[in-house]
C-alpha cells in the first residue's frame, strides 16, 4: 500500500517537474530511491507551507490534553473536602463555580485579544479572539447542567426561575448564536468586536441581577476554611488549562479555515 501511494506521488510529481523543464516530457523509468526522496523533499515543503497543521500531525491534538485535563478535574473533584452544611454534595458546587469562572475568563480573553487586533490590526489577535470565544461558549454551555445538578443535590429541587440562572440560560442562547453568527460571517474585526461587547454586557447584567442562590460576597473564600479555599484555587487552574487546550484546538481550525 505504501509503495502504491510512493509510486503514485512520484509519478505526479515527476511529471510535474519535467513537464515544467523539458518541455512536457516526462521519464517512463524511476528509481524507487529516487522517489522516496522527491515525496520527501515534497513533504518538506509542505511542512514549511503548513507549519500549524505539520505541528499538529508529529504531536497530539489539543484536544487530547484537553480530556485528559476534564477528567483529572473530574476525578479531583469526587475526593473534595466536604462541607459542614452540604457535606459532600459541596463537591459539585466547587466545580460549577470553577467552571463558570473559566468561562467568563475566557470570554474576558477574547476581548483582550479583541481590542488588541483593532488597535494593532494584526490577524493573530483577531484569530485568538475568535478561538477564547468559541472556548468560552463551550465552558458556559456545560456549567449550566453542572448548576441544575448543584440544585438538585443540595436543594432538592431545581428553582429554574432563580434570576442569575435565567440570566444564564438567556446569555448561553445569545452567545451560541452569536459565536455561530461570527463564524459564518468570518470578519475578523466583527468577530473581535462581538466578543468585546458580549463580555461587557454580561458582566453589567449580572453586577445589577439579584442574588438568592448566589450570596456575595463569595461563601469559599469568605468561609476562612483554607483547605477549601486551596481546593477551589487549584480547580480553577485545572479548568483555565482545560480551556487553554480547547482554545489551541479552536485556534488550530480558524487557522484552517
Request: charge should be positive.
Amino acid at each position: 500500500m505504501v509503495a502504491l501511494f510512493i509510486v503514485s506521488e512520484c509519478s505526479i510529481l515527476i511529471t510535474i517537474h519535467f513537464s515544467e523543464n523539458t518541455g512536457g516530457c516526462a521519464p517512463n523509468i524511476m528509481s524507487v530511491s529516487t522517489c522516496k526522496w522527491i515525496v520527501k523533499q515534497h513533504a518538506k515543503q509542505k511542512c514549511l507551507e503548513e507549519s500549524t497543521i505539520c505541528a499538529m500531525t508529529k504531536t497530539r491534538s489539543p484536544l487530547f490534553y484537553f480530556t485528559i485535563t476534564v477528567i483529572v478535574i473530574v476525578l479531583l473533584t469526587l475526593f473534595g473536602p466536604e462541607e459542614k452544611s452540604l457535606g459532600s454534595n459541596v463537591r459539585i458546587v466547587y466545580l460549577h463555580g470553577a467552571w463558570v469562572l473559566a468561562a467568563e475568563v475566557a470570554f474576558i480573553a477574547a476581548a483582550l485579544a479583541g481590542l488588541l487586533g483593532l488597535l494593532l490590526r494584526k490577524e493573530i489577535f483577531h484569530a485568538w479572539s475568535a478561538a477564547l470565544g468559541r472556548t468560552g461558549i463551550v465552558f458556559w454551555l456545560t456549567y449550566l447542567p453542572l448548576s441544575l445538578f448543584a440544585m438538585q443535590a443540595n436543594w432538592n429541587g431545581l428553582f429554574l426561575a432563580e434570576p442569575r440562572f435565567r440570566l444564564a440560560i438567556i446569555f448561553a442562547v445569545t452567545g451560541v448564536l452569536l459565536q455561530l453568527g461570527l463564524w459564518l460571517f468570518n470578519i475578523p474585526w466583527l468577530t473581535s468586536l462581538g466578543n468585546i461587547v458580549y463580555i461587557i454586557i454580561l458582566r453589567v447584567v449580572f453586577a445589577t441581577a439579584r442574588n438568592i442562590m448566589h450570596p456575595p460576597p463569595s461563601p469559599i473564600f469568605s468561609s476562612g476554611l483554607w483547605n477549601i479555599i486551596i481546593f477551589f484555587v487549584v480547580l480553577n487552574l485545572l479548568a483555565w488549562v482545560a480551556g487553554y487546550f480547547l482554545t489551541r484546538w479552536f485556534l488550530i481550525l480558524k487557522t484552517s479555515e
